[in-house]
């Protein structure tokens, strides 16, 4: 009896060891795409999953910028994104020049977009590191070459609130 009974837990320790033995597979987070995405879009990979830009190649205390909260579209808020993306080197000198001109410091100059939102009486919370409430911050969109004045509705905490006519070039300056 004992035989019988030492040969089927030899058996059964067999047979559930290739059960047992079976791999269990968790998967891993594949980032290659957003790296490839990132890469793309000149951005880093915490740069594009949070729509900011931290710094630029040759641009020096730079000030972070992300989009804030959702866009005031058509007088109503809604839950559209304005997209922050970085510019070329010829567009921060130009912006560096503007701030110069004016006396003043440039905090940052980027690329504002909003595809497929329709910008009518939109405004746009950007989160603009190192601004306190109550600074002067003016801001500035590229157009057809020249530098034209956009109105700043608020500016608080590391937040600055924008009217947002369109796509550009803008450059925000303290």
């Known amino acids: ?3 019988i009974l030492a040969i089927s837990f030899a058996l059964a320790l067999t047979f559930s060891t290739t059960v047992c033995a079976a791999e269990t597979v968790v998967p891993e987070k594949d980032f ?3 790296d490839t995405l990132a ?3 000149n951005k ?3 740069e594009y999953t949070s729509n900011a830009v931290s710094e630029m190649d040759g641009v020096r205390d730079q000030a972070k910028i992300a989009s804030g909260s959702d866009m005031v579209t058509e007088g109503g808020e809604s839950n559209a994104t304005c997209v922050v993306d970085k510019v070329d080197v ?3 000198i130009y912006a560096q020049h503007k701030a110069a001109e004016t006396g003043s410091t440039m905090l940052t100059v980027v690329e504002l977009s909003a595809p497929g939102v329709h910008l009518e009486n939109a405004q746009v919370a ?3 590191e190192g601004v306190k409430a109550g600074d002067v911050v003016t801001a500035y ?9 956009v109105n700043v509705a608020a500016v608080a905490d590391d937040s ?4 947002f006519p369109g796509k550009g070039i803008y450059t925000f300056i303290k």
Not at 141 to 149: I, L, P, S
Not at 160 to 163: E, G, H, Q, S, W
């Open 1 to 3: 009896m004992k035989k």
């Open 32 to 34: 290659s795409r957003l």
């Open 39 to 41: 890469d793309c879009a």
């Open 44 to 46: 880093s990979l915490p």
């Open 90 to 92: 010829n567009a921060v």
């Open 126 to 128: 950007l989160r603009v």
């Open 141 to 149: 969109r590229c157009v057809k070459g020249e530098w034209a004045a």
């Open 160 to 163: 600055v609130t924008i009217d």
